[in-house]
């Protein structure tokens, strides 16, 4: 059982990963990953790495938004 639960582990953090780093519904898949650590499927480092990638995609963005913005004021 306990090989069943841990590939469970790997193949969800591994999806919501690849999610998150392709852009796809970043706060969706965010939400997702603190429903699993609340079941436990989860732990607070595979959370921290989801963070981290999501903390990455908003700050692409908000580089993205800064330099358009600066781009219109020029």
Do not use: M, P, R, T
């Given at each position: 059982m306990a090989i069943k639960s841990k590939a469970r582990h790997d193949l969800t953090l591994r999806s919501i990963k690849r999610e998150i780093s392709a852009g796809r519904d970043v706060a969706y898949w965010l939400d997702k990953a603190y429903t699993h650590l609340?079941?436990?499927l989860l732990t607070e480092?595979?959370?921290?790495?989801?963070?981290?990638?999501?903390?990455?995609?908003?700050?692409?963005?908000?580089?993205?938004?800064?330099?358009n913005a600066e781009e219109i004021t020029q």
């Open positions: 609340d079941s436990g480092g595979d959370i921290a790495e989801v963070e981290a990638l999501a903390q990455a995609y908003y700050d692409a963005l908000d580089a993205e938004d800064k330099a």
